[in-house]
């Protein structure tokens, strides 16, 4: 579907990632825009995990002209045109009917790969079919180990490259945002949710319109089939009963019975990184979810050097959480990362012009990318180590006297 001429201009305002989430937050509902946004409990390490990037400082090389820095590399021998992946992120089809589809044909067409949720939109069948490579899918322990095994035969059928399994949703974090706003995950039409969450939506026509022509779906789509009845659970009736993370025995299981790359989403510490070595995986996601999970979690970026400095010349390492500028992946990638993953900044632009502002906003970073390394004097992504870096230690050394 075409953009209109209101979603272009808009999208021509979106220069960085603030454009993108203040227009966001004009456009979808209060509970649905602070899902998204927001982390848990005192969201202390939501805000480190972007704080942590902005106490970096770059190192550069003057009287040097790149005309055309390279950005593209691999992964696990599969080639991207730059180290920016689409994260998991689950419950899209709120945000937009293009959804999770939407996100993987942008990540396509940008040259990049998409990581499908376990709590998509859309089947993880639907998703592999609607876009002709670079799929990779992150895996929950849905309704135990069969619900785990289940996901992982049918990602194996659908043809997908990788599986990323996410350890840190052991119960469900306190988001006291959702609370306060009555948002329980639950976005059926019915009383108890035209009380609370009406209000919210009315003086959004737009964003309700087109939730009401997609059906109004808030549905667990890969559950399908798993329960006794054949419908998807809702998120509530997913709930918490059971830890939805795998093991570290389910991801040997994982390991055993799939025979692509495995990585293990959620790793913060060097004994976790061997840990996943030991079991065999091939990389790991330097990650805190977001900042949604354990408050008080370190940022990412902070514990990064640590998970290198423990695997890095042995397994794929991969970072998360806090990314908003093209800049952000050259730190990302100086302190030894191989790829970073965006979840907020391409959910914002899919709320404003669904795959078309996912594409917006992947070019944005590409863009922002290539001008910085011109202005570094870095010819290549594979350049980048720490001494790009003027302060590559600690978080002390990098908030303390030298820098101020």
């Given at each position: 579907?075409?953009?209109s001429?209101?979603?272009?201009?808009?999208?021509?305002?979106?220069?960085?990632?603030?454009?993108?989430?203040?227009?966001?937050?004009?456009?979808?509902?209060?509970?649905?825009?602070?899902?998204?946004?927001?982390?848990?409990?005192?969201?202390?390490?939501?805000?480190?995990?972007?704080?942590?990037?902005?106490?970096?400082?770059?190192s550069?090389?003057?009287?040097?002209?790149?005309?055309?820095?390279?950005?593209?590399?691999?992964?696990?021998?599969?080639?991207?045109?730059?180290?920016?992946?689409?994260?998991?992120?689950?419950?899209?089809?709120?945000?937009?009917?293009?959804?999770?589809?939407?996100?993987?044909?942008?990540?396509?067409?940008?040259?990049?790969?998409?990581?499908?949720?376990?709590?998509?939109g859309?089947?993880?069948?639907?998703?592999?079919?609607?876009?002709?490579?670079?799929?990779?899918?992150?895996?929950?322990?849905?309704?135990?180990?069969?619900?785990?095994?289940?996901?992982?035969?049918?990602?194996?059928a659908?043809?997908?490259?990788?599986?990323?399994?996410?350890?840190?949703?052991?119960?469900?974090?306190?988001?006291?945002?959702?609370?306060?706003?009555?948002?329980?995950?639950?976005?059926?039409?019915?009383?108890?949710?035209?009380?609370?969450?009406?209000?919210?939506?009315?003086?959004?026509?737009?964003?309700?319109?087109?939730?009401?022509?997609?059906?109004m779906?808030?549905?667990?789509?890969?559950?399908?089939?798993?329960?006794?009845?054949?419908?998807?659970?809702?998120?509530?009736?997913?709930?918490?009963?059971?830890?939805?993370?795998?093991?570290?025995?389910?991801?040997?299981?994982?390991?055993?019975?799939?025979?692509?790359?495995?990585?293990?989403?959620?790793?913060?510490?060097?004994?976790?990184?061997?840990r996943?070595?030991?079991?065999g995986?091939?990389?790991?996601?330097?990650?805190?979810?977001?900042?949604?999970?354990?408050?008080?979690?370190?940022?990412?970026?902070?514990?990064?050097?640590?998970?290198?400095?423990?695997?890095?010349?042995?397994?794929?390492?991969?970072?998360?959480?806090?990314?908003?500028?093209?800049?952000?992946v050259?730190?990302?990638?100086?302190?030894?990362?191989?790829?970073?993953?965006?979840?907020?900044?391409?959910?914002?632009?899919?709320?404003?012009?669904?795959?078309?502002?996912?594409?917006?906003?992947?070019?944005?970073?590409?863009?922002?990318?290539?001008?910085?390394?011109?202005?570094?004097?870095?010819?290549?992504?594979?350049?980048?180590?720490?001494?790009?870096?003027?302060?590559?230690?600690?978080?002390?050394?990098?908030?303390?006297?030298?820098?101020?």
């Amino acid at each position: 579907m075409a953009l209109s001429k209101f979603q272009r201009i808009r999208l021509a305002k979106v220069l960085n990632y603030e454009d993108a989430r203040r227009l966001a937050r004009r456009t979808l509902p209060r509970a649905v825009f602070d899902y998204v946004d927001g982390g848990s409990e005192d969201e202390v390490t939501m805000r480190r995990n972007t704080e942590g990037f902005r106490d970096l400082r770059f190192s550069p090389r003057m009287g040097v002209w790149v005309e055309e820095p390279k950005l593209s590399t691999t992964l696990f021998g599969q080639s991207i045109s730059f180290p920016v992946l689409a994260a998991p992120c689950g419950g899209l089809r709120l945000i937009h009917p293009h959804a999770d589809i939407g996100v993987a044909r942008a990540s396509a067409s940008a040259g990049t790969i998409h990581i499908a949720s376990s709590a998509s939109g859309f089947s993880l069948e639907q998703i592999a079919e609607s876009s002709p490579d670079r799929h990779w899918f992150q895996l929950y322990r849905f309704m135990g180990r069969p619900g785990m095994e289940n996901l992982v035969n049918r990602a194996k059928a659908a043809g997908y490259q990788a599986i990323v399994a996410t350890v840190d949703t052991q119960v469900g974090s306190k988001r006291e945002r959702n609370w306060r706003n009555g948002f329980s995950y639950s976005m059926r039409v019915n009383v108890a949710n035209a009380l609370k969450l009406g209000p919210q939506v009315a003086p959004r026509p737009f964003w309700l319109a087109r939730y009401v022509r997609d059906g109004m779906p808030f549905q667990l789509a890969n559950t399908a089939g798993m329960t006794r009845d054949g419908v998807p659970m809702s998120m509530p009736e997913m709930g918490y009963r059971e830890s939805n993370s795998p093991t570290w025995e389910d991801v040997a299981w994982v390991r055993q019975n799939f025979d692509g790359p495995v990585l293990v989403k959620g790793v913060l510490t060097a004994e976790d990184a061997r840990r996943a070595l030991e079991l065999g995986c091939d990389g790991v996601v330097v990650s805190n979810h977001g900042g949604r999970q354990l408050d008080g979690a370190p940022a990412t970026i902070d514990v990064l050097p640590e998970v290198v400095a423990a695997v890095g010349d042995r397994m794929e390492i991969l970072v998360d959480g806090g990314v908003r500028r093209g800049s952000d992946v050259l730190k990302a990638l100086a302190l030894g990362a191989k790829a970073v993953l965006i979840g907020r900044p391409y959910v914002w632009g899919l709320a404003l012009g669904g795959q078309d502002g996912v594409s917006h906003v992947l070019e944005t970073l590409r863009a922002e990318m290539k001008r910085s390394m011109q202005l570094m004097g870095c010819s290549s992504v594979h350049d980048l180590d720490d001494t790009w870096l003027a302060h590559a230690g600690s978080a002390f050394e990098r908030t303390g006297s030298q820098l101020s």
